[in-house]
């Protein structure tokens, strides 16, 4: 597991793991952001950290796939409301290089902050990866016993 200070640079005390999932033939990995505007293709997340968030998007939908996270713009045009099951990331300066994140997450009644991160600086999508992608590991284990109870 890799580990990450405050400002989300490596740790010395880590050991790497490397992704689990395989990529299959024919489907490209999604890493280009054409422009830095609002996009409905899902990218890394650590591409779209490294720059402000434009000025007409919420924040980034974002979802743990092939090891790490991918995210998509919410533009302020959309729905106003997150969707199910889904975790909103939004940023916002707050100084020389730092950034203040905020989580929330959509629920079937209402929205919910799950996480805030003050003061942030660098790229720090590694920070809050751990919470995310485990947040949307206990949502699917959820859905699944509720399916199974359903039955």
Excluded at 26 to 45: D, M, N, Y
Excluded at 58 to 77: C, E, F, K, Y
Aim: aromatic content about 4%; charged content about 20%; proline content about 9%.
């Amino acid at each position: 597991m890799m580990r990450y200070d405050r400002c989300g640079r490596p740790r010395g005390d880590h050991t790497s793991a490397a992704p689990t999932e395989t990529y299959s033939a024919g489907r490209p990995a999604l890493t280009l952001v054409r422009g830095l505007g609002p996009s409905a293709t899902p990218v890394e997340l650590s591409t779209l950290t490294q720059v402000p968030m434009p000025t007409d998007v919420r924040g980034a939908i974002v979802t743990p796939a092939r090891g790490g996270l991918m995210a998509t713009w919410m533009p302020l045009s959309g729905p106003s409301r997150i969707p199910q099951g889904r975790v909103l990331l939004s940023w916002t300066s707050a100084g020389e290089d730092r950034k203040d994140v905020t989580a929330h997450l959509g629920l079937a009644g209402a929205q919910v902050l799950l996480a805030l991160w003050p003061g942030l600086c660098g790229e720090w999508s590694g920070v809050v990866r751990p919470t995310v992608a485990e947040l949307h590991a206990a949502l699917r284990l959820a859905t699944v016993v509720l399916e199974r109870l359903t039955d």
